[in-house]
């Protein structure tokens, strides 16, 4: 089976047909005897390999191959040149190409080029397609459906290419910005390099530079006598990845700021400069805006984590996407319990449509995996997902302390704050009934330790 596919580009008829010959019977070939027929079939087909004849008429095989290379940057090519010229060769290579072949064409030596490349190509496709897998395990709550993840993901395509330029995600909770990190990671150059998350907010302020920055052997009381390498150092030669960024202190940023701008950094207690490279994404759902009008963020550093900024749309802004993510998740809940479920029913999937997700992708996904586990089917119900009177549009969750729900007013309710209200109400009860105990508080609340402490900051800030 042919695999590949050459377009050969030689205004010599002979030479044309004499290697077109030579080479249909391994590969898909297509001749030109110009550069300009050879770009108009580019338009709709592109092939694998094009030969590319140095002293074409028209346009010649040097500003062809630039064209090339603009246009159709995966295509590899191969010149083909009257005179071994030194500049000639050198200003090819230059401009982008593969490799070259000198005429009068020995077909032994044109068919170990072109094996060459191919095994080049063929590399590239493996780790293409390693990268598509790692893309499917890590990347499953971005099902394209809508517009606006779909612009998100060739956004992340295009800007994953660099593999130095920082990158700042932004958005609400729960929208996914760690595995947009990873969807960034894995379609970079340094794929195959580490992947190092940092949680800013859990990290407590007087080890956070030591963790980041590492230290040197009795740098400090306690310190590990053999020193530690820092979180920047692990991720050198591929992405460092600082979550709720905006949660770092001044005199943190300042240091990441230094090491954003001049690649170096030193460890606690050591006097040597440490160069590294790698790429940092960070993410936050701060208004950084807001942080830096009140001198609580850098205005220089947010300049430099956001040379790139990307912006992950909230689940009630891609509804599209709800029914699609329903079913994927109702299957790997469902594979993952060895329960079958042949659907969703109506009801629940009316109620998953005008619910309004505050915690997103990580809340939907909690629900219907807390559905698939308690529910018998043969349909996923409404009950089996929490909520209630799913007939109607006030349809809200099942069970939150016991509480009855209103009715909606015929004005309207702004839910947003009244949801932010109660959140508030009950962290400050639960935070004073343990006389200030973050980890009891969270407890009382059924909340993870840095979470409460993350929402409480956010919540008080202002």
Known sequence: MISYSIFIVDDDPFILNLLKEALSSDYKIAGFSSAEAAFNTLKHTQPDLILLDIGLPGMDGIKALNKIKQLYPEILAVMLTADEDIQTVISTMKSGAHDYIVKPVHIKTLE?????????????????AL??????????????????????????KMVAKSPDTPILILGETGTGKEL???????????????????????????????????????????ASTSGKKGLIEEAAGGTLFLDEVGDLDLETQAKLLRFLEEGEFYKVGCTRKISIKTRVVSATNRNVDKMVEEGR????????????????????????DIIPLAKY????????FNKSFIGISPEALQAMMTYRWTGNIREFRNIIERG???????????????????????????????????????????????????????????????????????????????????????????
């Open 131 to 156: 990268q598509e897998k790692q893309l499917e395990d890590h990347l499953p709550c971005f099902i394209e459906e809508s517009k606006a993840i779909r612009d998100v993901m060739e956004f992340i």
């Open 180 to 222: 947009i990190a990873h969807a960034i990671h894995y379609r970079s150059p340094n794929y195959k390099g580490p992947f190092i998350a940092v949680n800013c907010a859990s990290l407590p302020r007087e080890i956070v530079e030591s963790e980041l920055f590492g230290y040197e052997k009795g740098a400090f009381t306690g």
């Open 372 to 462: 698939v586990l308690i529910g018998s089917g043969p349909e996923l119900t409404a009950l089996d997902l929490g909520f209630e009177n799913a007939d109607r549009c006030d349809i809200g969750p099942q069970g939150i302390n016991g509480m009855q729900i209103s009715p909606l007013p015929a004005g309207g309710i702004d839910l947003p704050g009244i949801l932010m209200s109660i959140e508030k109400y009950y962290i400050q009860q639960a935070y004073n009934m343990t006389s200030g105990n973050e980890s009891k508080a969270a407890g009382l609340l059924k909340m993870n330790h840095h979470t409460f402490r993350y929402r409480r900051r956010k919540l008080f800030a202002d």
């Open 112 to 128: 170990k080029t072109i094996h060459n490349a191919f095994e080049t190509i063929r590399l590239k496709k493996e780790v293409l």
């Open 297 to 320: 963020f850098r205005k220089d550093l947010y300049f430099r984590l956001g040379v790139i900024k990307v912006h992950i749309p909230s689940l009630n802004e891609r509804k599209e």
């Open 329 to 336: 998740f109702l299957y790997k809940f469902g594979k993952k």
